[in-house]
C-alpha cells in the first residue's frame, strides 16, 4: 500500500524526494503498531528528530494522527501515533482523480485543437491558432515564425501515463481491498 507510484506521488507532495524512503518506513512501522517516536526510530533506525519532523508532516496531511499523554512522575509528554489508512486512501484517490481529469484536459486539448511553436527554438512560444494568430504567427520572443506543432509524442506520453496511473491505481485499492476484507465492488 506504500510502495505504489500512485502513492509515492501523492507523498512527494508532502516530503521530499530524500525523504519519501524514510516516510515510507515510518508508515510501515506504524502500520505495525510502533506508536511512539522513540519505538519508530528504534524499529527504522531513522534519526530521531527526522521522526519526529516526519511524523509532523503526515499529520500537517492528516494521515497521522496523535494523542499527548503526560507521565504524572516524570510530567513529561509522551506523543502516541497512528496511521489513518482511511484519510490515506481518500487523499490518494482524490489525488489520483485530479490527476487523471489534468492529464485527461490536457489530451483532450492536444487533440481538439492546433498549436504553433517557434521554428527556431520550441521554448520561446507555444500557442494555440487565437493566440498563435495575435502574433501574426510571429514568435514573440524571437520574431520568427511559427510553425505547427506536432503534439503526436506528447498526447502518446499521456495516454500511456494515464494508462500507467490507472494500472497503479488499481494495484492500491485491490492491495487496500485484500487488507481491508473489501472485495472492492
Not at 530521531?48 to 513529561?76: C, G
Not at 489525488?95 to 520561446?124: A, G, P, S, W
Not at 492500491?172 to 472485495?183: A, C
Amino acid at each position: 500500500m506504500i510502495n505504489n507510484r500512485i502513492a509515492n506521488d501523492f507523498l512527494s507532495q508532502s516530503v521530499s524526494e530524500d525523504d519519501l524512503k524514510n516516510v515510507k518506513a515510518i508508515i510501515q512501522a506504524l502500520l505495525e503498531g510502533n506508536e511512539t517516536d522513540e519505538e519508530i526510530h528504534e524499529k527504522t533506525g531513522i534519526k530521531l528528530n527526522t521522526v519526529r519532523k516526519l511524523l509532523y508532516k503526515l499529520h500537517d496531511a492528516s494521515i497521522a494522527n496523535y494523542k499527548r499523554n503526560k507521565d504524572p512522575e516524570t510530567q513529561w509528554f509522551t506523543y502516541s501515533w497512528s496511521f489513518n489508512e482511511k484519510e490515506y486512501i481518500e487523499k490518494i484517490t482524490k489525488f489520483y482523480n485530479n490527476r487523471i481529469e489534468e492529464r485527461k484536459t490536457l489530451l483532450d486539448e492536444l487533440e481538439n485543437n492546433l498549436y504553433f511553436v517557434c521554428c527556431m527554438d520550441q521554448e520561446h512560444f507555444k500557442g494555440d491558432y487565437a493566440e498563435s494568430s495575435e502574433y501574426e504567427f510571429y514568435c514573440p520572443i524571437c520574431d520568427y515564425e511559427l510553425e505547427p506543432y506536432d503534439s503526436k509524442k506528447e498526447k502518446s506520453l499521456l495516454k500511456r501515463r494515464i494508462t500507467i496511473d490507472k494500472k497503479n491505481f488499481k494495484k492500491l485499492m485491490d492491495s487496500y481491498n485484500k487488507q481491508t476484507g473489501k472485495n472492492g465492488n
